[in-house]
């Protein structure tokens, strides 16, 4: 299984970005489908996150601005970021709990991250 996002670059502030995040691989179904992000010298954070029913979770930080939304049939989950700030600026990170053909349970998976810097 594997994670790829796209999307990602360098916008100035108040402009807009589309993150995409596609998962492929021996796939049966997958539950949860988040954005976290890590900016310079900080932790990790979870931005948004959007269950398979599409029950939609945000950071504050990001509400109102922020919209994850997602595509079953392609196993896809998006970003649209919208009024973006400076302090915006970190590495984006696709992350969801996917159940293998044959697999017990739910594991696990991130991608490799994609960067979105906030600057004029």
């Known amino acids: 299984v594997q994670l790829v996002e796209s999307g990602g670059g360098l916008v100035q502030p108040g402009g807009s970005l589309r993150l995409s995040c596609a998962a492929s691989?021996?796939?049966?179904?997958?539950?949860?489908m988040d954005w976290h992000r890590q900016a310079p010298g900080k932790q990790r954070e979870l931005v948004a996150t959007i269950t398979s029913g599409g029950i939609t979770n945000y950071a504050d930080s990001v509400k109102g601005r922020f919209t994850i939304s997602r595509d079953n049939a392609k196993n896809t989950v998006y970003l649209q970021m919208s009024s973006l700030k400076q302090e915006d600026t970190a590495v984006y990170y696709c992350?969801?709990?996917?159940?293998?053909?044959?697999?017990?349970?739910?594991?696990?998976?991130w991608g490799q991250g994609t960067q979105v810097t906030v600057s004029s």
């Open positions: 691989g021996s796939i049966f179904s997958i539950f949860a």
């Open positions: 992350y969801a709990d996917i159940l293998q053909y044959g697999s017990s349970g739910y594991q696990r998976y």
